[in-house]
C-alpha cells in the first residue's frame, strides 16, 4: 500500500524489541516500568506496549487520563503544579500521585489521602547534555531539595520519585548516582514502599549492559527494602518511528536544497529546540549531497545536510529515522501545513492508515 506523504510510520516490530529488554529487565530485577506520556502519546500501539510495561506516569490530568483510559494497569500522576480542579479529577483514576512540592501536598492532603502519595525529589545530581532539559539546573523547580522538609512529611507518603537523567546511556556514571542516592536517602526508603529512579536511562541502547544495570536495580531494591519504578520515556520508543516526507522543491544557493512535504518547525520540533540535525537510516556517504529543509517559512526550518547515493529529483522519499519521542507529542500546526498521517506497521507485517489529518482539524485547533 502506498500511503502518501508526509507520514509517521511506527513500527512494531522495532517497538518490540524495546519492549522484550524492558520484560527482561523487569524479570531480572523486579523493577516495574511505566511508560513516560510526555514522550510517546500514540495510543494506537498502547496495547502491544501494555503488555510489557506496568502502566504509565504523566505530566498532567490530560496525560493521566489517556494512560488511566487506554493503556491501563498502573496510572501514576505527576504534575509540576496541579491546580484544584486537576487534582479532583487526577483522585478519581490515579493510582498514585507524586507533588513536585511540599507545599502542593500540604494544599491537597485531605482530599487524596486516601491514594498512594509521593514526593518528588531534586537530588542534587543530574546527567544531561542540555541545561533547557537538566532537572537539577540552577534555580531548578522541579523536587524537594530540602531533606528535612521530606523528613517531615514521610508520614504522609508512601514513596519518592527521582528524575534527574537525560539519555543517560553511561552505566557506570548510572551506578554511581544510584549509590549516592541509596547513601543520601536511603533512611528514609526503609521507611517507604516504592521510589521511582524516573526516566533517562537508555537502556535499550545497543551493548548496553542489562545484566548489571539488572542486578544494580535489585539490590538497590534489597537494600532498601523498595519496590522500583522506572520510567522510561525515550528508551521505550527509541528508533521505532520514521517521518516519511517527499521532495516538493530542489532550489540552490551556494549548495544543493532539497525541500520536503514536511517540517522541523511542526513535525520534529525537538530537533530545533536542540539544535540537532534530523538522522537517516543509510549511511550518508553517497557523492550527491543536499541541505534537506522543510516547507515552513522558518529560515531556519532544516533537517540537516545529507549525502545520497543518486540525484534526489522532485518526488524523491526521504525517511527520517527516530520519529516517535518528543517528536509526535509535539506536532503543531504552525503555518497551517498538512498534517503527517499517523500509520502503524503492525507485528504482521501489514500496514495501518491510523489517523489521517484535514483541514477541519487545522481549523478546529483554534477558533
Ligand atoms: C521526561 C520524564 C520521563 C521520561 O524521560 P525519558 O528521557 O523520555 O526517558 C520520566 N519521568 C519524568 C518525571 C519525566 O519528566
Known sequence: ??????????????????????????????????????????????????????????????????????????????CVGYSHDDIKAVAQIADKIIFNSVSQLDYFFDEVKSTKLGLRVNPGISYSHFDLADPVRKYSRLGVTDRHLLENNLARISGLMFHYNCENDDFNAFSQQLDYIGETYGDMLKQLQWVSLGGGLYFTKEDYPIEKFSQKLADFSNKYDVQIYLEPGEAAITGCAELVTSVVDLVYNEMDIAIVDASVEGHMLDLLIYRLSAKMDFAASGQYKYMVTGRSCLAGDVFGTFSFNEKLAIGSEIRFVDAAGYTMVKKNWFNGLQMPTIAVRRLNGTTEIIRKFGYTDFINNLS
Open 1 to 78: 500500500m502506498k500511503i502518501t506523504t508526509p507520514y509517521y510510520l511506527i513500527d512494531e516490530n522495532k517497538l518490540l524489541r524495546n519492549l522484550k529488554i524492558i520484560q527482561k529487565v523487569r524479570e531480572l530485577s523486579g523493577a516495574k516500568s511505566v511508560l513516560a506520556l510526555k514522550c510517546f502519546s500514540t495510543w494506537s500501539v498502547f496495547e502491544l506496549m501494555s503488555q510489557y510495561m506496568d502502566g504509565t506516569t504523566s505530566s498532567s490530568l490530560y496525560e493521566a487520563r489517556l494512560g488511566y483510559e487506554r493503556f491501563g494497569k498502573e496510572t501514576h500522576a505527576f
